[in-house]
């Protein structure tokens, strides 16, 4: 009787540890097959080949890699612009800014959600992958209420949820990295792999800032910016015409320093406020605005106000 | 002839193997579909009840290993190595795929675990250390100390409620 028993958990540890080793190590494994003569030189590389294959789309790159492009990039947007030293505003945004990743699809990134004020006039948000998201003073201003700011935050929430940063790398980089990664298993590069790899990482940021910097987003990232936007200040308990609100002000491109920023890299605000307006009609329970958020909005401004 | 405690076995016999076949199988259940999840991102928090600001009642780092229970709007209960139970936020944790039926059929299934192999590499310290030494205009130095900044889930937890948002709106 105990050695049945005894051969029913030998055989079950024995299946837990198939099951749990059965389809891990890939490319060791061929190595390991193709070294004892099981595997032809050639299956090993076709399978070495599909497990590239499957990493070369962007969202195959994985948290650690995420943490560290974003990082780079949040430093060359931190060589471009100052930083607004002021604590308590700081504070402030990074309260509500967490408050609103709780209630998006992405509350958890490798190193977290953390919200930076820039000292600048320009009217501007940015959000590097992994969640540095930034947000110029000249910005904050503009904003009337914390309904306001918290629809902008939303919608860098929403870019860095949806991982549009990571989105507008060229394919071709990943197909590089994943080359070099995919010959051995080393836990340090060697000078050659790492020289090869710092050059993809530099192409890598050039087209990340390009997009976040320069150009701009492809359209329909912003738009899927502006939704999410909605969704998650909503989710929170915001009232979304935060959103509408603060679009109004940019209708036309008008006033005042407008040739950069928000209003050079995205869609125009008619087109965006056509888009937020339906889906907030579609919507069965709009949250509505309440003082005592405005009040703590004025007070954490306070500073900036001429 | 039998002594006493032979006969005594020969009775339990039948009833013996059926317990056992039950048990193998409910063995082979668990394991069919026990999910395990990994932690993927740097560390966070196990916590009580599924949401952010609850009672920590551990805390887990990338690679950890978890069993996965149940799951609730986003969250999953999980029991960890040393047997706590708790609940973490889905978008921590990655899911193992395991496939019995696919590891001989299918390429991809043994791909798409090849990439867990690959995980902790890429883009990474070194890479970082070595971009910088390039390019002394990016400034990793503000990076860290806007990464200095943490805000503790309770004072989110205190900004919610007197903003009457989340859970504490007049509406909920």
């Given at each position: 009787?105990?050695?049945?028993?005894?051969?029913?958990?030998l055989?079950?540890?024995?299946?837990a540890?198939?099951?749990?080793?059965?389809c891990?190590v890939?490319?060791?494994?061929?190595?390991v097959?193709?070294?004892t003569?099981?595997?032809?030189?050639?299956?090993?590389?076709?399978?070495?080949k599909?497990?590239?294959?499957?990493?070369?789309?962007?969202s195959?790159i994985?948290?650690?890699?995420?943490?560290y492009?974003?990082r780079?990039?949040?430093a060359?947007?931190?060589?471009?612009?100052?930083?607004?030293?002021?604590?308590?505003?700081?504070?402030?945004?990074?309260?509500l800014?967490?408050?609103?990743?709780?209630?998006?699809?992405?509350?958890?990134?490798?190193?977290?959600?953390?919200?930076?004020?820039?000292?600048?006039?320009?009217?501007?948000?940015?959000a590097?992958?992994?969640?540095?998201?930034?947000v110029?003073?000249?910005?904050?201003?503009?904003?009337?209420?914390?309904?306001?700011?918290?629809s902008?935050?939303a919608?860098?929430?929403?870019?860095?949820?949806?991982?549009?940063?990571?989105?507008?790398?060229?394919?071709?980089?990943?197909?590089?990295?994943?080359?070099?990664?995919?010959?051995?298993a080393a836990?340090?590069y060697?000078?050659?792999?790492?020289?090869?790899?710092?050059?993809?990482?530099?192409?890598?940021?050039?087209?990340?800032?390009?997009s976040?910097?320069?150009?701009?987003?492809?359209?329909?990232?912003?738009?899927?910016?502006?939704?999410l936007?909605?969704?998650?200040a909503?989710?929170?308990?915001?009232?979304?015409?935060?959103?509408?609100?603060?679009?109004?002000?940019?209708?036309?491109?008008?006033?005042?320093?407008?040739?950069?920023?928000?209003?050079k890299?995205h869609?125009?605000a008619?087109?965006?406020?056509e888009?937020?307006?339906?889906?907030?009609?579609?919507?069965t329970?709009?949250?509505?605005?309440?003082?005592?958020?405005?009040?703590?909005?004025?007070?954490?401004?306070?500073?900036l106000?001429? | 002839?039998?002594?006493?405690?032979?006969?005594?076995?020969?009775?339990?016999?039948r009833?013996?193997?059926w317990?056992?076949?039950?048990?193998?199988?409910?063995v082979?259940?668990?394991?069919?579909?026990?999910?395990?999840?990994?932690?993927?991102?740097?560390?966070?928090?196990?916590?009580?009840?599924?949401?952010?600001?609850?009672?920590?009642i551990?805390?887990?780092?990338?690679?950890?290993?978890?069993?996965?229970?149940?799951?609730?709007?986003?969250?999953?209960?999980?029991?960890?190595?040393?047997?706590?139970?708790?609940?973490i936020?889905s978008?921590?944790?990655e899911?193992?795929?395991?496939?019995l039926?696919?590891?001989?059929?299918?390429?991809?299934?043994?791909?798409?675990?090849?990439?867990?192999?690959?995980?902790?590499?890429?883009?990474?310290?070194?890479?970082?250390?070595?971009y910088?030494?390039?390019?002394?205009?990016?400034?990793f130095?503000?990076?860290?100390?806007?990464?200095?900044?943490?805000?503790s889930?309770?004072?989110v937890?205190?900004?919610?409620?007197k903003?009457?948002l989340?859970?504490f709106?007049?509406?909920?």
């Amino acid at each position: 009787m105990r050695t049945q028993r005894a051969g029913v958990i030998l055989t079950a540890a024995a299946l837990a540890g198939f099951v749990l080793s059965g389809c891990s190590v890939v490319q060791q494994g061929a190595k390991v097959l193709s070294d004892t003569g099981k595997l032809s030189e050639k299956d090993k590389d076709s399978i070495i080949k599909t497990s590239e294959a499957v990493r070369s789309t962007f969202s195959e790159i994985t948290e650690q890699e995420e943490y560290y492009i974003g990082r780079a990039v949040a430093a060359l947007v931190l060589s471009k612009y100052k930083i607004y030293d002021n604590g308590g505003l700081t504070n402030y945004v990074n309260v509500l800014g967490k408050a609103i990743s709780y209630s998006s699809d992405r509350p958890e990134t490798y190193g977290g959600y953390h919200f930076l004020v820039l000292d600048s006039d320009e009217v501007n948000a940015l959000a590097a992958p992994g969640g540095f998201v930034f947000v110029t003073k000249g910005l904050i201003k503009r904003c009337k209420d914390e309904e306001m700011l918290a629809s902008i935050l939303a919608h860098e929430i929403g870019h860095v949820s949806a991982k549009h940063g990571l989105a507008s790398i060229k394919k071709s980089r990943l197909v590089d990295t994943f080359k070099i990664l995919g010959k051995e298993a080393a836990t340090r590069y060697g000078s050659k792999e790492l020289g090869e790899l710092t050059g993809i990482f530099e192409n890598v940021l050039g087209d990340i800032v390009e997009s976040l910097v320069e150009k701009g987003y492809d359209r329909k990232y912003e738009y899927e910016a502006d939704k999410l936007a909605v969704k998650f200040a909503s989710g929170t308990g915001y009232d979304p015409n935060g959103l509408t609100r603060f679009l109004k002000t940019m209708v036309g491109g008008a006033s005042g320093a407008s040739g950069k920023g928000w209003f050079k890299t995205h869609p125009s605000a008619e087109d965006r406020l056509e888009k937020v307006n339906s889906q907030i009609k579609g919507m069965t329970n709009v949250p509505k605005i309440i003082p005592v958020r405005t009040e703590r909005f004025m007070q954490s401004v306070r500073g900036l106000k001429p | 002839m039998m002594n006493p405690d032979n006969m005594k076995e020969a009775r339990m016999k039948r009833p013996v193997r059926w317990s056992v076949l039950a048990g193998a199988l409910v063995v082979l259940t668990v394991l069919l579909l026990a999910e395990t999840v990994v932690v993927k991102i740097q560390s966070t928090n196990l916590r009580k009840e599924p949401k952010f600001y609850s009672q920590t009642i551990a805390t887990l780092t990338a690679g950890n290993s978890l069993e996965k229970l149940s799951s609730q709007d986003g969250w999953f209960q999980v029991r960890t190595s040393a047997g706590v139970v708790g609940w973490i936020h889905s978008s921590a944790v990655e899911t193992k795929k395991f496939n019995l039926l696919a590891v001989d059929k299918s390429m991809k299934t043994q791909a798409s675990a090849g990439e867990v192999a690959l995980a902790a590499k890429g883009f990474n310290k070194q890479v970082e250390e070595s971009y910088k030494a390039k390019h002394g205009e990016a400034n990793f130095a503000a990076v860290d100390r806007m990464l200095q900044l943490k805000i503790s889930p309770s004072d989110v937890e205190a900004f919610l409620r007197k903003g009457k948002l989340g859970e504490f709106g007049d509406d909920k």
